[in-house]
């Protein structure tokens, strides 16, 4: 059976017919932009691309949106169906997908945008409002909720801030050429700013007259506005090679998807299955890697994807016994615009910030690039992370809130809060809670109600208002030293705990979920009060085992010897012949000596054995994935590599 999966992929994947672009997911926003050309030939009754009309016509997921095929809404899905009900009353066809549209936009803009934590991306801070002026001018009325309208505002209003700083002008000053990061966007880019398009165009021409514009709206909309033969030279190129589900970039870089189909190979632990053709591709990649030290073109609207691969590419080339340099992705590090622009941008360079920290796990001795890269991508990763941590909710969280940080009117505030469901008036902690917990109950109801066709929002809301209530009770009580009885303290403990509160919100997510009754009172049903009970009591006696039957592991010279000693290895011998010896694992103890080692981990959720043979004359690994073992030690090197998934 394995066998005959092996060779399927085999054939599919690997065989001399198979175009590796077909990988590419195809972009909605750009098929549609790409419907929207009128037919030269035919006047302005139908497409020239009608092939990709009829893509967007069968592509509409069942929540009304154009997006991925998970049929989850992203950020990417209000452009992309904004730019597909465009198209589709263009051609005056698909009224009845426009109006799903156009309500999908109504019911999910606000939390889609809420989820962004104010940290809208310049792609989308661009795109939205144009996709939103452009509906707006075919007679489509794009209708926002009342929560959405003030966040849609500010969409707007960092557009303006975007213009300001690229310096682009309104009708009546001096014309301007956009710069090649805005030319990516050209199609949503206001008609009220004066550009000289067709100057502007031949600036982004190479030496070899090839187009730098890679976005197939953007070259779309110069072809309706120019009519220019190289753009519909270009728009046919893709269309011949991808067929009409076009993606968001063409050229694809095809460097970049091989590395990329070697990592998901690799991390979904099936590399032993293809190392033959693994090889064939590091040999490739490999060859264009050392072909130049650093990227030829470091236009800052291409370098996340150039980091992105380099910073790959250098892993696992590495990883597999190649002789690498760090520089190709390390450059940076002596450019200061370029270190300024990556971190007042961070949001679009996570990808990219987060494979050069992964590449750093694979150091040699006196890389110092290396470090100083690993610092700096640190500091930019954990930006976001610190900006997600706010977020976090639960009962962790509110118990942290109980025991350390709130005051008892900080406590009352946040339960109003909860029973109002209107965060008005809270900061610090209390926000951040607040709002985590509407961002959690809002997704809660929006995937209910999709599947079920009603809503049970006010029902979640009420039980997490119990849920409080029993903390601020616990709280009162804690702080004024009220002596309780068991059954009082039970009534009220049973609901602090918070299983049937993660439970059951958990459970209506199920195929058959459970009834609105048992949400407004949990305590009433057996099962429930059962799971309550049992959870509280269980809660108190792993706290009491933990205060009164408790050691400390570090206070012990002994103690920590037998997990440490699971971890360290005796390095590999070998002897004047280069061949190597096998001796016996070593404790602790008999660690005395000062030698030089190179440790080789493998961190992950898996672990793999890795083949690895030291390199004479380099300070390389060679290592080949095979079948399960752990760590390694080799001596004469200085190295540590984490395979990490």
């Known amino acids: 059976m394995v066998k005959n999966l092996v060779m399927k992929v085999r054939q599919e994947l690997f065989s001399p017919d198979f175009d590796i672009v077909s990988l590419v997911p195809p972009s909605p926003y750009d098929i549609a932009w790409l419907s929207m050309i009128p037919n030269p030939h035919r006047g302005s009754d139908e497409p020239l691309f009608k092939g990709c009309l009829d893509w967007v016509v069968e592509h509409q997921t069942t929540g009304g949106f154009w997006g991925d095929d998970d049929h989850v809404p992203t950020i990417e899905s209000l452009t992309s169906t904004l730019a597909c009900i465009v198209a589709l009353a263009t051609w005056d066809v698909g009224h009845d997908a426009i109006q799903k549209g156009l309500a999908f936009i109504h019911a999910s803009t606000e939390k889609l945008l809420e989820d962004q934590n104010n940290s ?22 794009v209708h926002f909720s009342h929560g959405s309208t003030a966040l849609v505002e500010q969409v707007f209003q960092k557009r303006q801030q975007i213009f300001q700083m690229h310096r682009l002008v309104q009708s009546g000053g001096q014309q301007q050429y956009c710069s090649l990061e805005l030319m990516q966007y050209l ?7 004066d550009i000289n398009l067709n100057n502007t165009l031949l600036l982004c021409q190479s030496e070899e007259d090839e187009l730098l514009i890679q976005s197939p709206s953007a070259i779309a909309y110069a072809l309706m506005k120019t009519g220019r033969k190289v753009f519909l030279s270009k728009l046919n ?6 067929g009409f589900s076009v993606p ?3 050229p694809m870089d095809e460097d970049l998807l091989r590395v990329c189909l070697v990592n998901r190979i690799e991390r979904l632990g099936l590399a032993e299955h293809f190392l033959a053709e693994i090889t064939s591709m590091l040999g490739q990649v490999y060859r264009i890697y050392i072909s130049c030290e650093e990227p030829k073109s470091k236009e800052k609207h291409a370098m996340p994807l150039q980091l992105y691969k380099d910073s790959l590419a250098f892993r696992l080339l590495r990883l597999h016994g190649y002789t690498v340099s760090p520089r190709k992705f390390c450059w940076f590090l002596h450019d200061e615009d370029i270190m300024v622009y990556i971190e007042e941008h961070h949001e679009i360079f996570l990808s990219a910030m987060y494979n050069v920290y992964r590449a750093t796990d694979v150091t040699f001795r006196g890389e110092s690039d290396l470090e100083d890269v690993k610092e700096f991508s640190k500091r930019i990763l954990e930006k976001e992370t610190l900006k997600d941590s706010k977020n976090l909710v639960g009962p962790t969280s509110m118990n942290d809130l109980q025991d350390q940080e709130g005051s008892m009117n900080e406590l009352e505030a946040l339960a109003n809060a909860v029973e109002r469901w209107q965060g008005k008036g809270l900061d610090g ?16 109801s929006w995937q209910f109600f999709k599947q079920n066709g009603y809503d049970i929002k006010s029902s979640l809301q ?15 009580w804690s702080r004024n030293g009220h002596p309780l009885s068991i059954v009082e303290y039970l009534q009220v403990a049973k609901s602090s705990i918070a299983s049937q509160t993660i439970l059951l919100s958990a459970a209506l997510l199920l195929d058959t979920p459970p009834g609105l009754e048992i949400l407004k009172s949990p305590q009433s049903y057996p099962l429930t009060n059962s799971l309550m009970l049992l959870t509280r009591l269980l809660n108190e006696i792993q706290s009491y085992q933990m205060f009164f039957n408790s050691t400390n592991a570090y206070d012990s010279p002994t103690k920590l010897l037998p997990g440490i000693n699971k971890a360290i290895y005796d390095p590999l011998k070998i002897d004047a012949h280069g061949i190597l010896r096998k001796d016996k694992t070593k404790s602790l103890a008999s660690y005395g000596k000062s030698q030089t080692t190179c440790v080789v981990k493998v961190q992950g959720n898996l672990r793999k054995e890795f083949v690895a043979k030291p390199s004479f004359g ?9 079948t399960p073992t752990i760590f390694t030690t080799f001596r004469n090197s200085k190295v540590c590599i984490y395979s990490g998934y």
């Open 120 to 141: 809208f991306l310049e792609w989308f801070v661009i795109v939205f409002p144009a996709m939103v002026e452009l509906a707006e001018s075919k007679g489509l009325h």
């Open 187 to 193: 199609e949503a880019l206001p008609e009220a700013y």
């Open 237 to 242: 190129s893709i269309v011949k090679r991808c």
């Open 248 to 250: 968001a970039i063409y």
């Open 429 to 444: 902690h209390g926000k951040a809670i607040f709002k985590a917990l509407k961002d959690f109950v809002d997704d809660i």
């Open 462 to 476: 009420d039980l997490w208002h119990q849920t409080f209530v029993s903390w601020l009770n616990e709280a009162e």
């Open 618 to 626: 380099h300070e390389v690994l060679s290592l080949k994935l095979r």
